[in-house]
């Protein structure tokens, strides 16, 4: 696959920013349980959070695959990190870049790409997970703008946020085609939001459920044309699963080059574990794992980025790089044997945060589902 002079220069600057700044505080942060507020603003200094965004429109002008690039090399450093980066990257900003007026683009989307507000974006209810169908919290369309009731959960930096996009349902009767998104600013009057949730991985991305009690927005907060929630969705679905799939090479790569290195260090009959066989099948069957999660992956971002159609391509490759993240988190815990299971050492952090990309943009079942009908079954 052939890479660009930018490919190589975002790589190289994120590789190393997260070998000096993010690896040596990676335990530490992610023990303290707390939203990095540091290393948010030094991502917006670097401009990774703009990446995805035209240079004369507050972004830093790049492009999907750069943006999935620097999600990697953060992923290898601290998937926390990579997960606050993409939301405010993709999710969290998208639909107000795009539909949002001047004025809420200046006062919101400018100051988020400065890493100065944080963002997120709310789909999931308690009742509507993979079904989103089902969803529904309302909106309702008044004189004086819409009023929002319900609910969302699994809101990923809920508790810190400054704005939120948030999936309303405006008519049940359309079902699908009374989906649409609304802004909400976190001050709105009748919105609320609970404690952060106790997570098992990726524990300083703070995550809450969110409500809404007559909380009332102006018309111009409906992001997107009137009907089209659920297709401006889908337009970004195959980057969020890209994404999602250079998070799982982030992580492939951390296990693995911890797996190495022990292998190398540790000394058993009289040799170190890296001369045992079973050791280095281990460790092979990761890198083939690896080197075809890259293949599919920026197989698909570059795709996205030629404009083609890559929802197959990309659902492949987040179901495929993901898989291979929980296995090769899995191996790294073997292969450093009883220390894996010591939070002194990362394995115990990859097993447990490889959990975190299995949800999001489609659990696997459904990706299973869609491939096997995309495929002609
Ligand atoms: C760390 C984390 C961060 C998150 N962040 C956000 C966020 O920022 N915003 C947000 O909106 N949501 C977020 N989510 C929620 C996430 O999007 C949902 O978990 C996801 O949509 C799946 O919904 P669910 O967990 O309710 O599972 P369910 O949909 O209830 O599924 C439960 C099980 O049933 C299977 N299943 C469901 N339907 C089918 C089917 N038709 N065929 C076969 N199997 C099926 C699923 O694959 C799964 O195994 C987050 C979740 C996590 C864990």
Sequence with gaps: MLRSNAEDTVRK?????????VI?????????????????REMARMGVFGLRYPADQGGSGGNTTLFCISCEELARGLMSLAAITA?????????????????????YFLPAMRGEKVACFCLTEPEAGSDLGNVSSRAEKTDEGYRLNGMKTWVTNGPVADFYTVLMQTDPKKKFR????????????????????????TRTTPISEI??????????????????GLSN??????????????????LQRAAMDDSIQYARERVQFGQTISHYQLIQAKVANMAVDLEASKLLTY????????????????????????EAACRASDHATRILGAYAYSMEYSAQRYYRDNRFLLYGGGSHEILQTNIAKWVGL
């Design 24 to 40: 040596p505080q990676a335990k530490e942060i992610d023990a303290s349980g707390e939203f990095p507020r540091g290393m948010f």
């Design 13 to 21: 600057s994120m590789a190393m920013f997260v070998d000096n700044e």
């Design 233 to 250: 969705l889908l337009s970004i679905l195959a980057e969020i699963r890209a994404m999602t799939a250079a998070l799982a090479i982030g």
């Design 87 to 107: 939301m405010q990257s993709l999710m969290g900003t998208n639909f107000l870049f795009h539909f949002g007026t001047d004025e809420l683009r200046e006062t």
């Design 178 to 201: 009374g989906l649409n998104f609304f802004f909400v600013p976190g001050d709105t009057p009748g919105f609320s939001r609970s404690k952060p949730f106790d997570l098992l991985g």
């Design 299 to 322: 197989k698909a971002t570059h795709m996205i980025d030629e404009k083609k159609d890559a929802l197959t391509d990309a659902s492949m490759a987040k179901y495929f790089a993901t």
């Design 211 to 228: 409500a809404f009690k007559d909380c009332l927005v102006p018309h111009h907060h409906m992001l997107g044309a009137e009907g089209r």
